[in-house]
């Protein structure tokens, strides 16, 4: 547990609490307490209030609050400050309140109000467990894990090492300066090192800042807080017990201990959440439920019963449930979590600042110049750390290729937007409460990190909007205005037309509709002399910035179809990670990457190979059906999408691109097309009657999404009641299901059948045919397989039932094609010699495979199957102008 003692503020009931201690430390009682802080003091008998009395009291101080906190954000947006300071600035007002009114006699809600905050329990155990679980989730699954993980090793350098380099500065400087010692002086920086985005990331999106600074940001701090309250959790143990064995190396697995079980925990935690997710799908309450419990679930298994950093475990399962829980929550209730966690981490940040405010002028009440000067240390030693990170070992990442640069302007700001909050005040607390930690080093955690996260939230966070207009990061880059401006003659020119067929539609005067248009047309002459000006694009810019808006518009669509059920969870799945991929290639080398990518997009995955293994070696054929299914839906989709993306780029990025543009983007979309339409045919000429009950399942998924649309319009103009929607909602439901059911496709051969369509077996006896067929053993070629590789022992022989293969004979320029009917592999057997060619799989091939042993009995049984392997086999050692030489391997 981070806090091992006992909870402090427990009103004036209490005996003596932790907050007593830290009373006698900085000379003060609070009004509340008894006179005399240092002795035991017996319960003092109070006035019989009745206890529904004070449940009424303390309801109306957490109201008040929450009353309170919601007239503050307008206010931030109105005077133009981060609503963190101006929260903070709040909760010191309302504490220095508290501190002189606190008690005296009055009735009033005003009065009740008072008493009822200086009578909460604010302590470090209900902070930690109440609020932070939420907090770090929130902040956890707003987070994009793709763009997480394009910037990580910035990311992590700035969020494990930085804490280190940060804690180890500033517990190094401040023992310069103070007889405490070192773990003391270790156990400060550790608290210091957590930053707190809230603020910085509101300043960001008030002025448009670059997307990456605020990916880098946030990713920072989300991890930051996780590896800083691991460390404190240590440094805190350190001090606090009798023995100090083990040493610095002994720390080290600790913190590696609790940060990877933290992470395990977690990850377990939110894969089971996204499997429990899928009976109450469609439940939006109990989904965003499960979620809710996930965050505190995480928190306490990890901390309490495996004994890791439950602040990792909180920010890693909820990684898990913004990466894969997207396809397993019910897209209906997606967009409402997010709304719902946006709300809970509001409260749960707002709480916690305000109730540790209210702290800081009883913490701060006797602040000399002495604390004040070390105070300054804390600044100047956290920032140069800080510094040290940004400025001298980032750039070694980028250095040694394993991280994009960071340009210098984005680390000013995060340098200077290293704001402290909510965590680090939390942390403070729980030194202050644990009474295995004597009282001076209790004031001087509290008074140091209480001086410098105010520091840097009142300097800082009041000039940070200041440092971004002055390194011009609210502007947009040449590439952005460009874009910007024909995007806003596109929309502009739109809107005009459609303001004359509104004004038609409502009757307006001529010259009310001629004043509108006349303003609009002003609007586009301002437009197009700024597009005159601007410096121009590119062709090379312009196809990379139309590669990049078509993947993330392809990654929207799939969305949009999973969000209809026409497309499945596991396709999509697979599909949001190619999409991340190809656009990972078009960032880093445009077009070349986007080209080079068509084919891997609608490649096998390595469980298609895998279940392709299972049939042809163990003839295991349940895996192979189910991923030849999913492979149906995969080009389906994509071809479904590709054709969507091709009317797009005609209609709406051909006037912001230009005509140019648009005609190489659409071609690179067609080639892409055709690649899939060839995969797609190839499949439904293996498998046509499946084909027919895929497309079937697809159509019918469809009819099922507009015939709901039809109700819910039928409702809305009152036609059926909400009863009658209930029952059709049902009914809807129970067809849905029995659509999601994937239909079976049997891919077990009927060798004897397979036997009959190679000409050299037609024709023969049903008796012969069954004799050869138990020679023989049914193997399906996937395309593009190598069934044989040069070099290879050869053992046995194929023929080829249907399907095509391709022979890459060393010294041909082009591969010699063999078709249904042919067999290869005959002449190593006749021979004994190792294979000299590859032969490759062109479409789905099913072959009969019979080995060596098999191939000598049939062989010696048949003399005319002899007599025709033999004469091919003389034939391809002999070549002729059209028909040249196929090696051993053929």
Known sequence: MLNDGVPAFQGATGGVTAADHFCRSVGWCPVLLPPQCGDTVQPTPQPSRGIMHDIVIQVLGVAGLLALVSFLPPLAARFQVPYTVLLAGVGVALGAVIQTFAGMPGKDPFHDFLNSLAELDISSDVLLHVFLPILLFETALAVDVRRLFDDLGPILLMAVVAVFVCTFTVGYAVSLF?????????????????????????????????????????????????????????????????????????????????????????????????????????????????????????????????????????????????SVGRTRISPATWGAMEHVWRQLGFWANSMIFLLTAILVPRLMADVGWGELGLVVVVVVAAFAARALVLFGLLPLLSWAGLAQRVSHSYKAVMLWGGLRGAVSLTLALAVTENFRVNDRVQSFIAVMVTGFVFVTLFVNGATLRWLIRVLKLDELTPVERAMRNRALALSTDSIRDRVAVVAKTYEVDSVVKDVMVARYEERLKQIDQERQEEAPLRDEDRVTIGLAILVNREEELYYAHFSEGVVSRGVMDMLAGRTGRLLDAVKLQGRNGYRAFEEPFIAFSPWMRGASWLQRRFGIHRPLARRLSMRFEVLVAVRTVLRELLAFTRDRLARVLGPEVAFELE??????????????????????????????????????????????????????????????????????????????????FDVAELVRRVPLFAGLPAERVTTIATLLRAQLALPGETIVRKGDRGDAMFFIASGAVEVLVPNLAEPVKLGTGDFFGEMALLSRQRRNADVRALGYCQLLLLDEKDFRRLVQKDADLRSHIQAVAEARRQPTPSAPAVPAAG
Do not use: W
């Open 667 to 748: 071609g690179m979309l067609v080639g892409r097309l055709g690649i899939v339409e060839q995969a797609l045919a190839a499949l439904k000429l293996q498998y046509p009657d499946y084909a027919v009950v895929l497309q079937s399942r697809y159509v019918g998924r469809a009819a099922l999404r507009l015939e709901h649309a039809e109700y819910r319009a039928m409702h809305a103009e009152s036609i059926i009641s909400q009863e009658v929607l209930t029952d059709l909602e049902r009914d809807l439901e129970q067809r849905r299901r029995a659509l999601e059911r994937l239909p079976k496709l049997d891919v077990r």
């Open 178 to 322: 103070t007889p405490l010692g070192l773990v003391a002086c270790l156990l400060l920086g550790s608290i210091v090192a957590s930053t707190d985005p809230a603020a910085v990331i509101g300043i960001f999106r008030d002025l448009g800042a670059p997307r990456r600074l605020t990916t880098l940001v946030e990713g920072e701090s989300l991890l930051n807080d996780a590896a800083a309250i691991a460390l404190f959790t240590l440094l805190l143990d350190m001090l606090t017990r009798t023995s100090h064995g083990g040493g610095a190396g002994v720390a080290a697995l600790d913190f590696l201990r609790d940060f990877s079980g933290g992470v395990v925990t977690g990850y377990i935690c939110g894969r089971i959440v996204c499997m429990l997710v899928e009976p109450v799908r469609n439940q939006p309450m109990a989904e965003i439920t499960l979620t809710v419990a996930l965050a505190y679930l995480s928190y306490v298994l990890a901390e309490h019963y495996v004994g890791a950093s439950g602040v990792v475990a909180v920010v890693s399962s909820a990684l898990v449930i913004g």
